[in-house]
């Protein structure tokens, strides 16, 4: 099977199994693992953060941030469709006890005058404005790259609020190989970032949430209670390392491959590109063939490759480094065969 549905599926390659078996261990609640730990100072590195934590995914790091920054009854604006906002179950709300208030945006982007006109003033009725989330790139805007602008603009009308920016960048490299711009420059206008390491990176699993010292050592202990303070943890920080240091270049191909895919498609009768494929997720809009997005997904496994539901119109693609070329194409002749 050509598995298109997500760069989740990627599989662990040969140097990452073997440094996951040759990884030097200890246990990490007591600080007391070496690999996680250059696993962490490379990261923190990268992103120009004091200090880093290995957490398990980016959900959980997502939601550390929520309970490392706020107090519960507080308030966290974010874009309408934000990963953290549609999928993540609720965890704002239920672990750390705060309200959403969602602002819809433009690919992925707020508008920083929006976000500047939704903090709340100072008034016993209402709650505490304490945090602003961005996503880059953006999930369910195609993997939209935010301009680096919007978020030096909504960092600044949140510093000069005297509210914390917490920047999910779950696909952050993505935005990196596409735009030119460093992690290091994005994450200047984010107290906190979150990136993952098992998506385009391919590590099997974990991500990283980095901040201040301050902020992790608060955030560590939110990670014990979340039942996140795991022991030879190096055992699967090892493939993180070597996500960071031999997979970033890779992502250029996954988006070659995006762009490729998205040109194909455009050339088939009854199929719409939906979104502008700046990295690596093309959203196709299939309302003007006899199908469904249901059935065009189930066509698509009978001829062995699997994508993804993404609307009521529409079906996601994902491009990833277990994808080649030649997968492309068979995948573009599958589709004008169902078509």
């Known amino acids: 099977m050509i598995d298109l549905r997500s760069d989740t599926v990627t599989k662990p390659t040969e140097a990452m199994r073997r440094a996951a078996y040759e ?3 200890g246990d990490d609640v007591y600080g007391e693992d070496p690999t996680v730990t250059r696993l962490e100072e490379k990261a923190a590195e990268l992103l120009g953060k004091e200090k880093a934590l290995f957490v398990t995914s980016g959900t959980q790091g997502n939601q550390i941030a929520a309970l490392t920054h706020c107090r519960p009854g507080d308030e966290v604006i974010l874009e309408a469709s934000s990963h953290i906002y549609i999928h993540e179950v609720g965890g704002f709300s239920t672990l750390a006890n705060v309200q959403i208030r969602p602002i819809p ?3 992925g982007a707020m508008d920083p005058v929006e976000v500047k006109n939704t903090i709340r003033s100072e008034n016993i009725h209402y709650p505490t404005t304490s945090l602003v989330c961005i996503e880059n790139t953006h999930n369910l805007a195609g993997g939209a790259v935010l301009p680096l602008s919007n978020m030096q603009a909504i960092y600044q009308v949140a510093k000069v609020n005297n509210l914390q920016v917490h920047l999910d960048g779950a696909r952050l490299f993505n935005a990196q190989v596409a735009s030119g711009i460093s992690v290091k420059e994005y994450a200047k206008n984010a ?3 979150q990136f993952c390491l098992s998506k385009g990176l391919g590590a099997p699993v974990g991500s990283i949430i980095a901040g201040t010292e301050a ?8 990670r014990k209670m979340l039942g996140g303070g795991l022991r030879q943890v190096g055992i699967i920080a090892a493939p993180g ?11 250029a191909e996954d988006h070659a491959h995006a762009r490729i895919f998205a040109e194909g498609l455009a050339t088939i009768d009854g199929i719409r590109v939906e979104n502008k494929v700046e990295t690596n997720i093309i959203i196709v809009n299939v309302k003007e063939t006899e199908h469904t997005p249901e059935t065009f997904v189930d066509a698509l496994k009978s001829k062995g490759i699997l994508a993804g539901v993404f609307g009521l119109d529409t079906v996601r693609f994902v491009t990833h480094y277990d994808v080649s070329r030649e997968d492309i194409d068979k995948a573009l002749i599958a589709i004008q065969a169902i078509v």
């Open 191 to 193: 107290d906190t970032v």
């Open 23 to 25: 990884a030097e261990v």
């Open 105 to 107: 945006g433009i690919n």
């Open 215 to 222: 902020f992790i050592k608060r955030a560590r202990k939110w």
């Open 241 to 251: 390392l070597v996500a960071l240091e031999e997979n970033i270049e890779q992502l």
